[in-house]
């Protein structure tokens, strides 16, 4: 986390707490403060009174023992929420309190009479700073039980913040939001779960990812706090040997982690699912891909150049994440495109959740690439379409390696599903219509070099292995285009597709 040496770090003295006697908490800019002031002036002159002033340290000019609550640490600590609060203690613990100024209640309390005559019987106080929302996040973070214990790094008062996270090998190669105490706090409110919690061994150093830390990059990713529990989920998807980030790292094919969240929450958190789903100005899918990419570099290690040995790479590296349209499930705000609903059952299905489950699937992909047919109008057609653009998927003559997920716009789902095809169907149909003969794809068939081994020849062989092709329905209302998002080496040897059930924020 990122402070400023500059910051106001000053603290109420111990010598000024109060032991015994009585003690006011004003501020100057209040007006029953302004009209009081007088009153604590008598009162300090015919007995004994502190007065802590959250605002101007000079306020009230008239009495002599006053502090100046600086940071308002007495003011938080002892819950003041309206000033002025006049309070009386007695072996250093709080024996009463009144707010406000009303004549009979100050007499009675401070056991003086005649006290500020001349002025109003009664006038009510003001909000404490300490309260105030441009202050109560800093001092909870600062002075209650958040928990935080990441190391502070401090900067100078002339460093340029950001410049300084660069230098420091944090960013991605886009700008980072700070990620200050208070930043980090608001993360964490995002979850229920405790900032020390293990979230998972992050590659390629299995370092060890708490809660707080993922915090930490959630921040500098530019995410929110309600996108936080999806950051975890995603978190967890990748960081196992079923998916197998370190192998993905490690690979020099232009791979990454594509997330696809299914559920409620995507709605709810302002996820795009529609016009422009792969691309910019959705705040959720920009950000929520890209905090785990920058703790799998910032936590595990996992740095371009060093273990991450891509040799093209590509912009979804940065982060990928996107929602599906789901039957019953409004395409989010800003999408554009008013869709409601798919017909086809949501991608969380393949893995054993139901529809209607809050998920994350983690799929290891390279960039979109697009399909276009704006020819057909049925079903059988335009899988053949589909077909021959998966065939395409890193070479047309190899099969069974690589895993693929089909994004079929509005425009090309309802051919399917207006014909009655369901995803499973169409994703069946699909299969059949990627499987060759083996004699097309061997080594040196067609005068290509590259292929399947020689033995292969006299099999048909499919371009996915079973259940390899994941048909997802996104993007917008209109456009006759899908689009096809290759995977890496997938099964045993390389990464398999991860699905895992996002905790609610509350």
Do not use: Y
Not at 163 to 177: C, K, T, Y
Not at 182 to 187: L, Q
Not at 289 to 305: E, F, K
Not at 320 to 330: L, N, V
């Amino acid at each position: 986390m990122t402070s400023s040496a500059d910051g106001n770090t000053a603290n109420t003295a111990a010598a000024d707490l109060p032991h015994d006697g009585l003690v006011a908490v004003v501020k100057w800019d209040c007006p029953t403060c302004e009209l009081v002031a007088p009153v604590l002036a008598d009162i300090e002159a015919r007995g004994s009174l502190t007065v802590f002033t959250q605002d101007d340290p000079a306020f009230p000019e008239a009495v002599a023992a006053k502090v100046h609550d600086a940071d308002l640490g007495f003011s938080w600590h002892h819950d003041i929420e309206t000033v002025p609060t006049l309070m009386r203690f007695a072996d250093g613990d709080e024996a009463g309190r009144i707010v406000g100024w009303m004549r009979s209640e100050w007499e009675s309390f401070t056991g003086l009479d005649s006290l500020g005559e001349g002025l109003p019987e009664f006038h009510p106080g003001c909000g404490s700073l300490s309260v105030d929302p441009a202050h109560a996040d800093a001092l909870e973070t600062r002075f209650g039980s958040s928990g935080l214990s990441a190391r502070r790094v401090e900067f100078g008062s002339q460093e340029d913040i950001h410049e300084a996270m660069f230098d420091r090998g944090w960013s991605d190669g886009l700008p980072l939001v700070p990620p200050t105490a208070e930043r980090v706090a608001a993360m964490l409110a995002g979850t229920s779960r405790a900032p020390d919690d293990l979230v998972a061994n992050v590659a390629p150093d299995l370092a060890d990812c708490t809660v707080e830390k993922a915090a930490v990059n959630a921040v500098m990713a530019g995410c929110r706090p309600e996108h936080f529990p999806v950051v975890l989920a995603a978190l967890t998807a990748v960081c196992n040997d079923t998916f197998n980030m370190h192998g993905m790292l490690a690979t020099t094919m232009p791979v990454g982690p594509v997330f696809i969240v299914n559920g409620p929450i995507a709605r709810q958190i302002g996820m795009n699912s529609g016009i422009n789903v792969f691309g910019q100005g959705n705040r959720a899918n920009s950000t929520i891909g890209r905090a785990v990419q920058l703790i799998v570099r910032n936590v595990g290690g996992g740095r371009p150049g060093e273990v991450d040995r891509a040799a093209l790479g590509q912009p979804g590296k940065v982060g990928f994440c996107f929602a599906e349209i789901e039957g019953g499930i409004e395409t989010a705000p800003g999408s554009g495109d008013g869709d409601t609903g798919s017909g086809w059952d949501p991608l969380c299905t393949d893995f054993g959740f139901e529809a209607g489950a809050n998920t994350v699937t983690a799929f290891p992909g390279e960039a979109p690439r697009s399909v276009v047919d704006q020819m057909s109008r049925d079903p059988e057609s335009l899988a053949r379409t589909m077909a021959a653009a998966l065939n395409a998927i890193h070479h047309p003559k190899l099969v069974l390696g690589f895993d693929a997920i089909l994004a079929v716009a509005p425009d090309h789902s309802r051919v399917f599903i207006n014909s009655g095809w369901s995803r499973q169907q169409t994703a069946l149909r699909i299969n059949e219509l990627t499987t060759r003969p083996g004699a097309e794809l061997v080594r040196g068939a067609g005068g290509i070099a590259e292929g399947v081994p020689e033995f292969l020849a006299e099999t048909d062989l499919s371009k996915f292995r079973e259940g390899g092709l994941h048909l997802v329905h996104c993007g917008g209302g209109a456009g006759l285009f899908s689009a096809v998002i290759g995977g890496w080496v997938n099964g045993d040897v390389g990464s398999q597709p991860v699905c895992v059930e996002i905790d609610p924020w509350r």
